[in-house]
């Protein structure tokens, strides 16, 4: 027969283990979705290079003159650019969805865990009255100003993210615009 004070030591624990693996399960779960939207991406980008390589036979096979192959050239390096422009923002894109939904995780497992100590303790408080009640509203003070912070350092890392993101958007946008600018000074004219 146990007594009411170790099952209350006992429940916290148990139910901590299984959060842990109720954790692990999803955080492998998650990754197998984003290692296999990695892959359909990888396919895609194959099939993209295939197609673009039998594009790019045709046209060079269909030249006639200096001022079609510099067209060419040109468009070439046109549709190559943003080809590459398109695949490193689809890897952002799937790299910042994968941070978010962890972080989001992450945040879940923080928020059940403090709420699941703060409701072990009150338990803990019934079960074993001559547990000093000035300590576990420190405690208590203490989970309320880390789930604060942890909400705080969340909402800062957002704000960076999105930073980032809207600063690699700008960026990818500029060096676009400037290499199209450039390769249009250097296109020999039709006279």
């Known amino acids: 027969m146990t007594n009411p004070a170790s099952q209350a030591l006992n429940q916290p624990l148990n139910q901590f283990f299984n959060q842990q693996l109720n954790m692990s399960i999803r955080l492998g779960q998650l990754s197998m979705e984003h290692i296999s939207r990695l ?3 990888q396919l895609d980008i194959a099939k993209q290079y295939l197609q ?12 006639q003159n200096p001022q079609d192959m510099a067209k060419v050239h040109q468009d070439l390096r046109d549709s190559l650019l943003d080809s590459v422009l398109g695949v490193s923002r689809n890897f952002y894109d799937m790299a910042t969805q994968t941070q978010s939904e962890v972080n989001k995780l992450i945040e879940e497992q923080i928020n059940a865990f403090n709420q699941s100590l703060a409701m072990n303790m009150d338990n803990a408080i019934k079960a074993s ?3 000093a009640n000035m300590m576990m509203a420190s405690l208590k003070s203490n989970i309320a100003s880390t789930t604060s912070t942890m909400d ?9 993210a999105d930073f980032t993101d809207a600063s690699i958007r700008a960026a990818t946008v500029a060096t676009v615009d400037a290499i199209k600018s450039s390769a249009t000074l250097n296109i020999p004219r039709a006279t």
Do not use: C, Y
Request: glycine share 4%.
């Open 152 to 160: 705080n350092l969340s909402k800062a890392g957002k704000q960076v």
């Open 129 to 131: 009255p001559s547990i």
């Open 52 to 63: 673009h390589s039998a594009n790019t036979s045709t046209r060079v096979a269909a030249i």
């Open 39 to 41: 892959a359909k991406l």
